[in-house]
Each structure stands twice: as C-alpha cells, then as structure tokens.
C-alpha cells in the first residue's frame, strides 16, 4: 500500500547483500577473536607521519602463527556469518503452493530502511490463456499488458507476512488511501462503507502484528477476500477494488518495485513455459 500496505527484491541481489554481511560480519568476529589484535596505536606511530616532532615507527611484524590466527579467524567468521545469512535467506524467502494457482514473484516492502513485510503473488493457471497474445514479449513494454492483467477474472492472489508490528489504524488507512489513489472517487465513496467494516474486521491487533500472514484473494476479477493466518475475514464484490489493489503491486506506481520487476519474470517465465 502507499505507506505499509499495498511488497531485497529479486534472489540476486538478495544473495549479493548476504555476501556483503558475511563479510562484513568476518571482519567483526576476527575483531573479537583472542590473540588477534592489532598493535595499540602509540605516540610514536602515526599513519600521516611523524607525531610530537618524533619520527614515525612502523607497526611489528606479525609472526607467521599471528597471520594463521588472523586467516582461521576471518575463515571462521565468514562461514559463521554466511550460515546466519543463509538461514535468514530461506526463512524470508520460502514460498507456498496454492492449489490451481502459480508463484509468479515477490519481494519485500520497505519502508525507507525498514522492511514492513515480505510480499508473494499467485495467479490462477487460467492466466496462461488469457495472456496469451503476450507470449513472447517484453510486458514492461507493451502498454496494454497491466490493464489485461488487473482486469482479466483469473485467480489471482496476494500473500504478505509481516516483519515487523504496525498499527491497526494505520493498516486501515494505509490500504485505503492506496486503492482510493487507483479508482474513480465515485466508486470508492459507493464501496468505502463495506471495505472500512472488511478492513476493520480482518486488520486486528494480531494480523497486524510481526510473523502474522494476511492473504487477499480475487476471482473473476470481482470477488475481493480477506483472510488472516488461514482463518476468512469477509470478501466484497467490486471488480474496481480488485484492479486497483492487483494494481498496487504491477502497477506502473508499484510500491514494491522489486516485487514488480519478479512478478513480471514470473508470468512471462509462465506465458513461454510449454
């Protein structure tokens, strides 16, 4: 959403992140492992040269066992941090299956420098056909590919799992504003009643908090459903809410540009599948 709801983005750069954070976290452990310490800087050593009017001293040369100690510790670290990384890596980014429906893509909702949620989209197996005049085709690039896929009356669904705890006002407001930004005012203010008593209901102190799992179902591009964590919350039937909340995410204002650019992959991976 435009502030927390309608959501690193694709497997590369997740793992290029990791990479930098095992070795960052490497450099932090050989920091903290005994006997590997670098010499106290003193009055007569001075990276820019003399100090006090005294001529400069170069640092002691590690013996051969000190340099051992240094490469185990930074090996050690590396392996340690990497294994933390990994374990992260596959919990965030484990995907379900839903039955009749294909992962076509996700990614995270950041907020700045906060992750707010981790974001995951399934689409009915009927989309193969009707997207079919796509097959073969750059979809960012074919202006009527986002209006075919927000309108079309496949399944589709949306999975978000929160990392971190948000107000339940704010996951109220939050999503309105987003889909009211997406639809003609007249149809907002005609559903805007039914969604607040929907919203209301399924955005409680628990589905709001940190590890809960909300999932928003679409079918026949009319039907809008709410469940939190397995359990159904309400549905609404209005095909403008549908488009609009499909549009939060593949939209050309996505508030998850990673997750996009994946769920693009995703379905044209489909679309040219045999």
Not at 57 to 68: G, R
Not at 73 to 94: D, E
């Amino acid at each position: 959403m435009h502030a927390y709801l309608p959501a690193p983005r694709r497997d590369a750069p997740k793992f290029i992140l990791l990479c930098t954070a095992a070795l960052i976290g490497s450099v932090g452990i050989f920091s903290l492992s005994p006997g590997v310490t670098e010499p106290e800087p003193s009055l007569k050593y001075n990276v820019f040269g003399d100090c006090f009017g005294k001529k400069a001293t170069p640092p002691p040369t590690p013996s051969p066992v000190d340099k051992a100690k240094k490469f185990g510790a930074i090996g050690i670290g590396a392996l340690a941090t990497a294994k933390i990384a990994c374990s992260l890596f596959s919990k965030g980014g484990s995907v379900g299956k839903l039955p009749g429906q294909t992962f076509v893509g996700g990614g995270v909702r950041a907020k700045g420098p906060i992750s707010v949620y981790n974001v995951n989209m399934f689409i009915g197996n009927r989309a193969k056909s009707s997207l079919s005049a796509y097959k073969g085709k750059d979809l960012k690039k074919e202006k009527g590919f986002i209006d075919t896929f927000e309108k079309s009356g496949f399944q589709k669904t949306i999975q978000i799992k929160m990392l971190r705890s948000v107000a339940p006002s704010k996951m109220v407001s939050s999503f309105n504003e987003a889909v009211s930004s997406r639809m003609p005012k007249s149809q907002f203010d005609k559903l805007s009643s039914s969604l607040d008593s929907l919203l209301n209901k399924a955005f409680d102190k628990k589905s709001s908090s940190k590890g809960a799992q909300i999932t928003f179902s679409m079918a026949g591009g009319t039907a809008f459903s709410i469940s939190v964590d397995g359990k159904s919350k309400g549905s609404i039937w209005s095909s403008a809410l549908c488009k609009a909340f499909t549009d939060i995410y593949v939209g050309p204002k996505s508030v998850t540009p990673g997750a996009r650019e994946s769920i693009f992959s995703g379905v044209k991976a489909m679309l040219e599948k045999k």
